[in-house]
């Protein structure tokens, strides 16, 4: 049953830590990608890649970091330089661009701040 | 500068009745529309997509209509029932795109509330 796995569901965050949030798929999808999401707000765009080995910045990059090593995994790290992490992070996966295909989404994980 | 906007937050609708949410966006290069259903604390399920060479796609009790000269789409739900109500996002992309720049642009979301 192919799919998008987010872990863990429940996650926080002591001052000055640094967590990792893992992504991981098995569609064989090439692209992924984090967004986090706020109280009334949309889908913001953290981290996309295309494909292994390279990543790019979306709009709200600063104080996260990412890694693509395999086609199936697309690690998160929030870093401490992200002053205001208490949200809900949910990564995604699509087919390679130029096709017009949907993003498949994780359940998700929630971030605190203890 | 929010390129996809939903400008209704939430929506109540009585079951059985049409549910109508809006989108709009501003940038004309997008091409390929989405929307996405989301209930609390799970991801977004993708619902039904259009190409901008349609008008209109339909799935079941799910159209959307693209009207591209206003730049706005709409997704109508009929008739409405009580799982439908979660939260809607409208999505926007450009389809073809050559260079590294693959973003899918969300808007805020319309909460739907279907009354019994």
């Known amino acids: 049953d192919g799919g998008i796995t987010q872990s863990p569901k429940y996650l926080f965050r002591k001052e000055g830590q640094n967590v990792t949030l893992s992504c991981e798929q098995n569609?064989?999808?090439?692209?992924m990608y984090w967004y986090r999401q706020d109280p009334g707000q949309g889908l913001r765009l953290i981290y996309y890649?295309?494909?292994?080995?390279?990543?790019q910045k979306g709009d709200i990059a600063e104080g996260y970091s990412v890694s693509r090593e395999k086609k199936e995994s697309f690690p998160l790290t929030v870093t401490s330089a992200q002053k205001n992490p208490t949200a809900f992070y949910l990564c995604?996966?699509?087919?390679?661009?130029?096709?017009?295909?949907?993003?498949?989404f994780g359940d998700g994980t929630r971030l605190s701040i203890l | 500068d929010q390129q996809v906007k939903q400008n209704s937050p939430s929506l109540s609708v009585q079951e059985g009745r049409i549910s109508i949410l809006n989108c709009d966006y501003t940038?004309?290069?997008?091409?390929?529309f989405l929307w996405y259903k989301k209930y609390p604390a799970e991801g977004p399920t993708f619902l039904i997509s259009?190409?901008?060479?349609?008008d209109k796609n339909e799935d079941g009790r799910f159209t959307v209509f693209l009207n591209k000269s206003a730049k706005h789409l709409s997704l109508h739900i009929v008739p409405s029932q009580p799982g439908d109500s979660a939260v809607y996002f409208c999505?926007?992309?450009?389809?073809?795109?050559?260079?590294?720049?693959?973003?899918?642009?969300f808007g805020k979301g319309t909460r739907l509330h279907i009354l019994p």
């Open positions: 940038n004309s290069m997008f091409d390929y």
């Open positions: 999505a926007a992309t450009r389809s073809q795109v050559m260079n590294r720049d693959d973003k899918i642009i």
């Open positions: 890649s295309q494909i292994v080995n390279d990543f």
């Open positions: 569609l064989n999808h090439d692209a």
């Open positions: 259009i190409s901008s060479i349609k």
């Open positions: 995604a996966s699509r087919e390679p661009r130029g096709q017009s295909q949907p993003q498949h």
